[in-house]
């Protein structure tokens, strides 16, 4: 099966940018992407195809990727941006695969 | 803008099957795909499968093959997802949710979810 791995955590001073890593083989062929979920509600996509961001999503939510490895950028982080982060790929063999979750907490 | 309604909450016992509907509130099943992903209590996502819609064929995640069946009505907007041999650990908020921009690869609109409780 196909794994994606994430931090568990990531702490964040309002302000500041937080990285999130994504890690999976070859996940940069993979069209990664990264939905936001809050508590009690459904996920929110904010980045599909590894840099793309859909209409209505904030430009502070930027992506990234390359190799084994995709990244989640949050610029200028506000306290509305505490949620789960989760990314995903498409795996030909697995299907689609959810990362482990990151918990933003904005301190 | 896109909306995927789902069925209520639904309380199963364990041996029993359970069966939830997701309707779009326009006709985009002709063209989109449709995933079904589920997440148990203070867990992370968990793919169950996918529809395609205008054909009706499916794919589901090796986990659940054998318990899970998705079915669509084009005349209603509406796909549906069976899971039989319910046990405790399909306790989990079921969510519907339409591939993104008729691509089967990531999702843009996902339903409210529907909780699924399994107990005796």
């Known amino acids: 099966s196909y794994d994606l791995t994430q931090p568990p955590s990531v702490s964040v001073s309002p302000g500041q940018s937080a990285n999130i890593t994504c890690s999976g083989d070859?996940?940069?062929?993979?069209?990664p992407c990264w939905y936001q979920q809050k508590p009690g509600q459904s996920p929110v996509l904010l980045i599909y195809q590894g840099t793309k961001r859909p209409s209505g999503i904030p430009e502070r939510f930027s992506g990234s990727n390359s190799g084994n490895t995709a990244t989640l950028t949050i610029s200028g982080t506000q306290a509305m941006d505490e949620a789960d982060y989760y990314c995903?790929?498409?795996?030909?063999?697995?299907?689609?695969?959810f990362g482990t979750g990151t918990t933003v907490t904005v301190l | 803008q896109v909306q995927l309604v789902q069925s209520g909450a639904e309380v199963k016992k364990p041996g029993a099957s359970v069966k939830i509907s997701c309707r779009a509130s326009?006709?985009?099943?002709?063209?989109?795909?449709v995933h079904w992903v589920r997440q148990a209590p203070g867990q992370g996502l968990g793919w169950m499968g996918i529809?395609?819609?205008?054909?009706?064929?499916?794919s589901y995640a090796q986990k659940f093959q054998g318990r899970v069946t998705m079915t669509r009505d084009t005349s209603t907007s509406t796909v549906y997802m069976e899971l039989s041999s319910l046990r405790s650990e399909d306790t989990a908020v079921y969510y519907c949710a339409r591939g993104g921009g008729g691509d089967w690869r990531w999702t843009d609109y996902w339903g409210q979810g529907t909780l699924v409780a399994v107990s005796s």
């Open positions: 326009e006709n985009i099943f002709t063209s989109y795909y």
């Open positions: 070859k996940l940069g062929n993979k069209y």
């Open positions: 995903q790929a498409w795996d030909g063999h697995t299907g689609m695969v």
């Open positions: 529809i395609n819609p205008s054909g009706g064929s499916t």
